[in-house]
């Protein structure tokens, strides 16, 4: 278990008030004196060896006897405040981490040091939780992508970064950014959601799609899921993988690592960005061309965005079956518009049938997932590729999710639909024994 999980785990999931809120600079000034008399007096190499709640203690203990000598007065709920902040800023990522520890939040967007807004169930509001100034969001920015290997200064103002749980990072500074360093943080759920959760829970598909969903991964189809940014894309992949037998040899690849796949044979790649000379990119094409020589079953990218859609297309016609990826588009026919100007960015020259074609080959399901203007997701299309008609892809849908309008609180009201097609594919999936029953596809069946 690494130092970082180790303090995950003492602190637990606790959502702890933030101390940041209407505190006054004085608090601020107090807790910048503590800190770095703190680092005045330990060696925090030596420290480092320690396990984390013995390192916690000593860093409390610590800060109690230089809070006694603080001649400001500060009663007792502002000193466990105090203390728990210079943890957090010792140990961790300073005034992020009570928003780390809190598993309702989804997203922290940090626009400035002093406005920080993160979303919950899919809104965004104006956190309490504030930075010292912007010395101090730098600090914390460097702390983040130095974890990880990566730099971030004038010469190279933006950064794309991990955290250890698995969180994705993104930082800007001047002179890119105008008012400040900004930060936004994608954070990685620690309990992986289930196609139950998204059934049960979320309501973001019905029990028969998610039935359909599920055989289409065991007869190994190949699928890309669309959507735009914040549509919940990663997070499906997430649980249409877990269908995946056991016994299959998985190949991920991914921009930024994401993907938390629960079976026993699974091999992971991550590209790498250039570095300072601008040598040493390794590209998501590069990794995928490596992956067919690993002997994969599947081969699962994390989202396709460039020329390794050529690749990526070529492994699924060449016996990859049951692959996956995500990309972006506002629906499944923008989907297949765009992997064609992808392969268009590998410099073949092909012609556009050609390319038309080897995308119908390839593709079987598109899955189409939106976030609501409520901030709820929902998959509003499956459709299945059913070949070419001259030079175009054809497509036919199977489920949909009909808005009919939005309700005074807001909310979006609407119904997923059966559309009465039963898909070619249902001859493959009885084939590997998963068979759906015609009722399913009846277009009279809506799910509000």
Sequence with gaps: MSFREQLSAVEGQAVATAPEAGASDDYH????????KLLDKFDLAALETLPAPALRTEIAA???????????????????????????????????????ADPAVSDILVNRYNRIFVERRGRLELSPVRFADEKHLLRIIDKIVSLVGRRIDES???????????????????????????????????IPLRMANLVNDTHSLTPDMATVLEGLCKAKVNMVIAGGTGAGKTTLLNILSGFIPPAERIVTIEDAAEL?????????????????????????????RNALRMRPDRIIIGEVRGAEAVDMLQ????????????????NPRDALSRLENMIGMA???????????QIASAITVVIQGLRLIDGRRKITSIQEITGMEGDVITMQEIFAFRQTGVAADGSVEGYF????????????????????????????????
């Design 29 to 36: 000034a107090i807790k910048a004196r503590i800190h770095l």
């Design 62 to 100: 610590m800060a109690e006897r230089l809070l006694d000598e603080e001649p400001a007065a500060i009663n007792e709920l502002e000193r466990r405040a105090l203390i728990r902040d210079i943890q957090h800023e010792m140990l961790g990522f300073g005034p992020l981490e009570l928003l780390m």
């Design 156 to 190: 190279s103002p933006m950064v794309d970064a991990r955290l250890p749980d698995g969180s994705r990072v993104n930082a800007v500074i001047a002179p890119v950014a105008l008012d400040g360093p900004m930060m936004s943080i994608r954070r990685f759920a620690h």
């Design 260 to 288: 938390q796949l629960q079976q026993p044979h699974v091999v992971r790649m991550e590209t790498r960005p250039p570095n300072i000379e601008g040598k040493g990119e390794i590209t998501q094409r590069a990794l995928v």
């Design 315 to 330: 492994a699924m016609n060449t016996g990859h079956d049951g692959s996956l990826t995500t990309i972006h588009a506002n």
């Design 347 to 357: 410099n073949l020259n092909l012609p556009h049938k050609a390319s038309r074609q």
């Design 417 to 448: 639909q059966a559309t009465g097609v039963r898909p070619r594919f249902c001859e493959r999936l009885r084939a590997f024994g998963v068979a759906l029953p015609d009722a399913m596809f009846d277009s009279a069946r809506r799910w509000q």
